[in-house]
Structure formats: structure tokens, C-alpha cells
């Protein structure tokens, strides 16, 4: 399929497979997975596409939604993986939680005695997984209250404590801090065997925890980011974001570019314009001469303030012309600018897909071909 997009993104669906093979390897064939990466529209990458690369990995056991209209909507696209929602709910959405099989993360009453009602009335069991905050204080019951909560659900009718999970802050960062959580989720654990309630599902490892420390595996993982970032060489690059030179011109020394006029040329050189700015997710921070971009296997600085649609690249004297592809993350022959090493100049997540702009199409491969367009006045489909 030819497309002619100034600027457009690549997500490369056999890439996430390739990943996700890579974690179960990693933890082994007894640890079950629950991709995380379909939360939050697939962390940016569109939900559906990456739901059903991860399926057709055949390493997934759950997958992972922020809400439960993720999960909706996945089930409404035909999507039968058991799919837990991360998030904490209101009780008027346990209805639809129910309905739609959605296992709950739980941490208050109310919203069990509200799966409890829905699933009775419908003749169902609805699956919840209590969510302990050992440190990262965002959702959870704290440690010495997961005895008196599992006891007070327990008597709700047509409820099934599937499992039981905790959420790490700061691994890689605080190694001290990841212990005390770890510890923390530990005794949980012990406190539930010593009373002899049955959990099937315990969990704690998410991406950081993956990759360093196999004691938190359990019985299962919730990768996310690596499969996106692949930070490390096993992986596989999944993203690139490409745009072009639209024009081209050659300025004298003294002369000034962009807003406020930020960067002023030193001596006469070209200067490139390309069709993305900050509307498009390219991060303002990395104007003004503190990043680089590829254009015809060679870096160039872009300078200047970024503009909302536009950046401006000092190509000195080489050979660029109006149309030259630029490559803003991705490969070329000699070269290659990867998500991380972007993340890395920003503060981390500030530039993954999420923040690349809605205007930018989405192109996705599988089987190395063109496989979908998603833009924003609709999709285009290549083949089923
Ligand atoms: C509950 C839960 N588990 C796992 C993950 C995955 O985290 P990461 O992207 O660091 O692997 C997330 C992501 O935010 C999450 O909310």
C-alpha cells in the first residue's frame, strides 16, 4: 500500500509478539502473563492491534485495561482472553464489569457488595483481585488490612478471590525502598497461608522487576513498557516516527530561526524544515540545538524553538533536498535513534506513543508488511 504522509508513526505489531515471547522465556513456562500493555489504549499504541498481537503470541494469559470501557470494547471486538481491569472502580460500574466478564482489582467494599449483587442477579461469578499498596501509594489496602478485607468479601455471594497483587515503585531506582515492598507483600502472602485461604493468582513483577529480579516472577507477570520500549538488545524495536523535509534554504551567518529567534546561525549554512512539531508529540525540550534527528544516514541538530508543527534541522552544507525522509525515532542503514535514547532526554515517559498527536498516522506492520492505517479521519485497511 503507498501512502504519501508527511509524517506518520510505524508500530510494529510482529515486534510486540517477538517481545512478549522474549518475557515468557524469561520467566519461565509455569509463570503465567498478564500483558499490561493493553492498558491506557495500549499505552498509546492503539488497544485493539496490540491486544491481538499479544493473543496471537500465545504466551498471554490476561490482559491488562486501565477501565472497564477498555475492556468493553475489546470483548465487543470479539476479544475471549480473561482481561483484568487495573483500575478502581465506581459501584455503578460494576454492572457492566459483571456483564461483560471483567475480572475487578478490588481495595473497598462498596464495589464488592456492588459485583456481588450484579453477579448474583445475573447468575454468574464475577473474579476480583485484591490489590495490597505495599509503597505505592496510588490504589490498595494496606498490608494489615488484607485479612479483615478478605474475610468481609468473602461472605459476599457469587464473588471468587482469583488473586492478589501489588504494585513496585521504584525498582532500579531505590533498591532499598523495592525490598522493603517486596518484603511487605511476602508477609501478605505468609499471613494468607498461615489461615489457609486459597489465592490461585499471586502477582507483583511488572517491566523493571522482569528484567532483575526473578524472586518477584510468582505465578504471574505484568510486562508493559519493555515490550515497547525495549530497552534491552534481545528486543526488539517496535516504534518509529518518520516526517520530511518540506523546505529548504540556504541563510546567511547572523541570521536568526524560529520563535524568539533562540538560534542564530554562526556562519552561513541550510536549514531544513520538517513537517512535525510539538502538536505531534516531538517533546519542546528537544529544540534548540539538544537533539538530533536522521536524515540521509547522517544526524543533524534541530534548532530553534520547536513550533507547534514544524522543526527546524542545520543541515550544514550536505546534500539535503525538499522530500528527504527524516527519521525521529527509528533506523536507517548506518543509523539509528531509539525510543529509550528519547526517553532518556526527556524525562522518561514524556514521549512515548501517547503523546505522539492524534493527526499522526498510525501505520501498522505485521508479517513485515503494511497491515493497518489508522488516521484521524478513520482506518484504512490492507488486508484481515
Ligand atoms: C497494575 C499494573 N501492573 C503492571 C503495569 C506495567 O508496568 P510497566 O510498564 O512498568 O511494566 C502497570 C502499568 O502502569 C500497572 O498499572
Not at 552544507?317 to 542503514?333: H, M
Request: one cysteine or more; charged letters at 25%.
Amino acid at each position: 500500500m503507498n501512502h504519501n504522509f508527511l509524517t506518520y508513526c510505524e508500530i510494529n505489531l510482529d515486534g510486540i509478539i517477538h517481545n512478549l515471547r522474549w518475557v515468557k522465556n524469561k520467566v519461565g513456562e509455569k509463570v503465567k502473563i498478564c500483558f499490561a500493555g493493553t492498558k491506557a489504549n495500549g499505552y498509546g499504541y492503539g488497544i485493539f492491534e496490540v491486544a491481538e498481537a499479544a493473543i496471537q503470541s500465545k504466551v498471554v494469559d490476561y490482559l491488562g485495561v486501565a477501565v472497564p470501557d477498555e475492556g468493553i470494547y475489546l470483548r465487543k471486538k470479539g476479544v475471549k482472553t480473561p482481561i483484568i481491569v487495573f483500575g478502581n472502580i465506581l459501584p455503578e460500574f460494576a454492572e457492566d464489569v459483571v456483564e461483560y466478564d471483567l475480572t475487578q482489582t478490588v481495595c473497598t467494599t462498596d464495589v464488592c457488595e456492588a459485583l456481588s449483587y450484579h453477579s448474583k442477579r445475573k447468575k454468574k461469578f464475577v473474579r476480583v483481585h485484591i490489590k495490597v499498596d505495599t509503597g505505592m501509594g496510588r490504589i490498595g489496602v494496606y498490608p494489615e488490612k488484607v485479612i479483615p478485607f478478605i474475610r468481609k468479601i468473602s461472605r459476599l455471594p457469587n464473588i471468587y478471590i482469583e488473586g492478589i497483587y501489588s504494585h513496585l515503585s521504584s525498582v532500579g531506582r531505590d533498591d532499598e525502598f523495592t525490598k522493603q515492598q517486596i518484603n511487605g507483600f511476602f508477609c501478605v502472602l505468609k499471613e494468607i497461608e498461615k489461615k489457609n485461604i486459597k489465592i490461585p493468582l499471586k502477582h507483583l513483577a511488572n517491566s523493571a522487576a522482569i528484567k532483575r529480579i526473578p524472586e518477584t516472577y510468582l505465578d504471574m507477570v505484568r510486562p508493559g513498557s519493555i515490550i515497547f520500549n525495549a530497552d534491552i538488545p534481545e528486543l526488539k524495536q517496535i516504534f518509529s516516527l518518520k516526517s520530511k523535509v518540506v523546505y529548504i534554504k540556504k541563510v546567511p551567518a547572523n541570521y536568526r530561526i524560529g520563535y524568539r529567534g533562540n538560534y542564530i546561525t554562526r556562519k552561513a549554512t541550510k536549514i531544513a524544515t520538517v513537517a512535525l512539531g510539538y502538536i505531534d508529540g516531538y517533546p519542546f525540550l528537544l529544540g534548540d540545538g539538544k537533539w538530533k534527528i536522521i536524515i540521509n544516514e547522517r544526524y543533524f541538530p534541530v534548532v530553534g524553538r520547536v513550533c507547534m508543527d514544524q522543526i527546524m534541522v542545520d543541515v550544514g552544507n550536505a546534500n539535503v533536498k525538499i522530500g528527504d525522509e527524516v527519521i525521529i525515532i527509528g533506523k536507517s542503514k548506518s543509523c539509528e535513534i531509539k525510543i529509550n535514547d528519547v526517553f532518556q532526554q526527556v524525562d522518561f515517559y514524556n514521549f512515548l506513543a501517547p503523546s505522539i498527536g492524534i493527526r499522526v498516522p498510525r501505520i501498522y506492520i505485521k508479517d513485515d508488511k503494511i497491515y493497518k492505517i489508522r488516521t484521524i479521519f478513520g482506518d484504512i485497511y490492507e488486508r484481515d
